[in-house]
């Protein structure tokens, strides 16, 4: 016998949508919805937009659904499309970059869950659902995101030049 659970809102609410650096991300399995185990994202990525070298205290994962990411966990870098699948363990460095002209998307998956969408929710520019349209990019604040991250387990080292 198989047994679906939902939550209380599913299929009701629109999912939570937000930008941040030329990503627009869908939350389409929320920590809550999880039983706080996994949250999931749906990500659009502008072209050459993703975020800066980093590194968690969660674990993530990433499958490419369309276009061409360049991932790099640790040393090592990887183009990866469609289909494919990156595991980062907890602690290392590592980041994505969409290296197609046109828009790339994939599902991110972090697990337990809370740090990355709370951080998402905390830093991202709130957008209407269904949203595929990026804003206009601005100069990113740096030390505002640096700071926000730090309180979600994420560390991002910034270059002292910068």
Do not use: W
């Amino acid at each position: 016998m198989t047994s679906i659970s939902a939550s209380p809102t599913a299929g009701t609410a629109s999912p939570l949508t937000v930008h941040f650096l030329g990503n627009i991300l869908t939350f389409r399995a929320r920590y809550a919805d999880t039983k706080q185990t996994f949250t999931v994202i749906d990500v659009l990525t502008a072209p050459n937009a993703g975020p800066p070298p980093h590194t968690q205290t969660d674990q993530e994962a990433f499958l490419v659904m369309e276009g061409l990411y360049e991932i790099i966990v640790g040393d090592e870098v990887r183009q990866c499309g469609p289909g494919e699948f990156v595991h980062v363990s907890p602690g290392v460095m590592h980041a994505f970059r969409n290296i197609a002209d046109t828009p790339s998307r994939m599902l991110l998956i972090n697990f337990p869950g809370d740090l990355h969408e709370s951080f998402f929710v905390a830093i991202g520019d709130p957008l209407p659902a269904g949203t595929t349209e990026f804003p206009e990019m601005q100069a990113p604040d740096v030390p505002k995101i640096v700071a926000t991250a730090a309180r979600f387990g994420i560390d991002i080292p910034v270059p002292a030049n910068a």
